[in-house]
């Protein structure tokens, strides 16, 4: 696979650069409330710029229907994205069309142009490879080669993430590089103790890389909307609580398989509605009342939790223990993330909404080694699944 550090080495200077970058940020309105992945960019995005590339910068945001929804334009991203760069950013109203193309024939070494949503084109997505194919084709002619920095999208066999790379020089972007270099610490020969810490709402969305991990771990702590099949599978009641039921005999499988290896919280912070201002309570695990609603892990669960991640060498964290967007049921998150901010050891957040929690919560990102971009790239990549737009980079 080349990299960026092939393609400056190569030379840039005046050179058309298609970036394949994740701005698929947070929006409240117009408002961006958390601009992580933006900034994640920059270091790409300044070095093709600091060799006088041309650079035409290319995303999704949201899932609009393959047609223009003005609830998910790209504009709030491009006016972030000229305040970090601290220079003019061109922004074009359209994916391939007369704005587009304006924008790219617009820029002078060292500039950047920012397309409208990917996903406002049908070709972006679609199952049918012609489509697909004569999209890659559209945004392909705006450029001499291509830059893939954008991994929070590699799972997906989309037209620019995949399609593009067999039309043009492609690379890797640093990014992209530095998450398969983490990822692949994590499924070799990782330092022991090794313990992996999921989250999140459902058993299914985490089942193949439990089942991957399981063999290798020393320890895997349990949390989140998840915890409570897992529960419902020890023969605890869960009231309320988020059950997958279909997901239960699954778990008593798991935990007979684990060899006490699956650690599950041993309390829980309960509402008797999912609200900021709910009645909160704090129960035993086995004693989680009819009418109670399990919002997060309790203390007790965070002290056993913390105590297990004090040795490890190597920590994969992915998913909230809690409901941590709303304050009576943020303790859990907060106290695991920064339990694994003392790890000594080499500690990894997993994308998505363990990113967030982080950011939202104010614990400071240098405390983990490394904060992935791409939560659903990250755990497929770990379960062993092939990713599309790497096997393009590759070819």
Excluded at 195 to 210: H, Q, W, Y
Excluded at 271 to 280: I, L, M
Excluded at 350 to 356: I, K, L, T, Y
Aim: aromatic content about 6%; proline content about 4%.
């Amino acid at each position: 696979m080349k990299t960026l550090d092939d393609l400056l080495s190569e030379g840039v200077a005046g050179r058309r650069v298609l970036l394949r970058a994740d701005l698929n940020v947070p929006l409240d309105g117009e408002k961006i409330t958390d601009d992580g992945r933006i900034r994640a960019v920059l270091p790409t995005l300044n070095a093709l710029r600091e060799g006088g590339a041309r650079v035409t910068v290319v995303s999704h945001l949201g899932r609009p229907k393959g047609e223009p929804d003005p609830k998910y334009t790209l504009n709030p991203v491009a006016k972030r994205l000229e305040e970090l760069l601290g220079t003019s950013v061109a922004f074009a109203a359209d994916t391939v069309g007369e704005s587009a193309q304006a924008a790219v024939a617009g820029l002078g070494d060292g500039d950047v142009a920012l397309l409208e949503n990917l996903r406002f084109n049908k070709g972006e997505t679609s199952k049918d490879e012609a489509e697909r194919g004569a999209f890659a084709a559209q945004l392909a002619a705006f450029a001499d080669v291509y830059v893939d920095d954008a991994f929070g999208a590699v799972h997906r066999k989309h037209a620019s993430v995949y399609d593009v790379a067999a039309l043009l020089p492609h690379y890797a972007g640093g990014l992209v590089e530095r998450e398969l270099e983490v990822l692949s610490r994590l499924t070799g020969e990782a330092e022991r103790p090794y313990v992996v810490v999921l989250g999140g709402s459902k058993v299914s969305d985490k089942l193949a890389v439990i089942e991957a991990l399981l063999p290798k771990v020393d320890k895997l702590l349990i949390g989140g909307g998840m915890c409570f099949t897992f529960l419902k599978a020890q023969g605890h009641e869960v009231g309320k609580s988020l059950l997958q039921e279909e997901m239960v005999d699954t778990c008593k499988d798991l935990l007979q398989r684990a060899d006490g290896k699956i650690v599950l919280p041993s309390d829980v912070v309960t509402g008797d509605k999912f609200a900021a201002d709910a009645t909160v309570k704090t129960v035993a695990a086995g004693e989680i009342g009819a009418e109670d609603l399990g919002l997060d892990i309790g203390p007790e669960s965070v002290s056993a939790f913390a105590a297990a991640l004090e040795p490890a060498k190597t920590v994969f964290w992915n998913g909230p223990m809690g409901v941590f967007e709303l304050a009576p049921f943020a303790a859990g998150t907060r106290g695991v993330a920064e339990a694994i901010t003392k790890v000594d050891g080499f500690t990894v957040v997993g994308g998505g909404d363990s990113a967030a929690a982080v950011r939202a919560l104010g614990i400071p990102e240098d405390g983990f080694s490394h904060i992935s971009t791409g939560g659903g790239a990250s755990l497929e990549y770990l379960e062993g699944k092939q990713l599309p737009g790497i096997t393009a980079l590759e070819a």
